[in-house]
């Protein structure tokens, strides 16, 4: 619905930065939500913000010169272990988005990954929300993960609580992937171990300021702490 993108342009005002300095790139499938998003930016004045409608594996949008668009920040929060996903259509990819392999047609995880890292700068960073079976499900997935770790681009694993998002109860993780890591953290990559640390809800619950807080700090620090935080070789 384009809330994360509106996060970064509030994220850089509060900064000090001027978020007309950001340029805002999304795209959604469902029409509805698409819809959503585009009204989403018409109330915040966000003009200038291109908010495609389109299958993401499938049909990517964010195109110039028949290449995909590059961009220093990635934010996302794709579908949980889509099935049916563009299985199919991946194997024919013409714009090579999954070199490290093609996961199974039960699992879109790892898919949606490979494409929002392909969508990075050289310096370009992402972070995205995903099932917790993307950090232990073998066969393809495995070949996946060894891949983007030898690379180094795997910065941090942030697990969370499970019922935090919307329409799951399952516990989720974030994970960040960074094209240029500090030569401090090279082959290195933290995890961070939240999933105690949050608000009960009604229906769901939340990570509190404090939650998140501390979960920034453990990423700026960059350290072993105990029971939630803990630096791991490649």
């Not at 109330?43 to 110039?64: C, F, N, Q, S, Y």
């Not at 934010?75 to 199974?104: C, H, M, T």
């Not at 993960?145 to 998002?165: H, S, T, Y």
């Amino acid at each position: 619905s384009g809330s994360m993108l509106l996060e970064c342009a509030q994220y850089v005002k509060e900064a000090g930065g001027n978020p007309r300095n950001l340029r805002l790139f999304g795209q959604e499938k469902n029409l509805n939500t698409w819809s959503i998003a585009k009204m989403n930016m018409l109330l915040h004045g966000r003009l200038d913000a291109v908010i495609e409608r389109g299958d993401t594996i499938r049909d990517p949008k964010l195109k110039r010169d028949g290449q995909l668009m590059l961009f220093s920040r990635v934010l996302a929060n794709p579908p949980f272990s889509l099935k049916n996903w563009g299985k199919e259509e991946a194997q024919v990819d013409e714009l090579d988005r999954f070199a490290f392999g093609i996961p199974s047609a039960s699992y879109g995880d790892l898919a949606f990954v490979q494409h929002m890292i392909s969508t990075l700068m050289l310096d370009g960073m992402c972070g995205v929300v995903m099932p917790h079976g993307v950090l232990f499900r073998g066969g393809k997935e495995a070949q996946i993960r060894q891949g983007i770790i030898e690379k180094d681009w795997l910065e941090a694993v942030i697990g969370l609580p499970e019922n935090l998002f919307y329409g799951t109860n399952i516990p989720a993780c974030i994970l960040i992937f960074n094209k240029a890591k500090p030569k401090a953290r090279a082959n290195q990559v933290l995890f961070i171990h939240a999933v105690e640390h949050y608000g009960s809800g009604t229906n769901q619950n939340v990570l509190r300021d404090e939650d998140i807080k501390r979960i920034v700090a453990a990423f700026d620090a960059w350290e072993e702490e105990e029971r939630f935080a803990s630096v791991v070789d490649v």
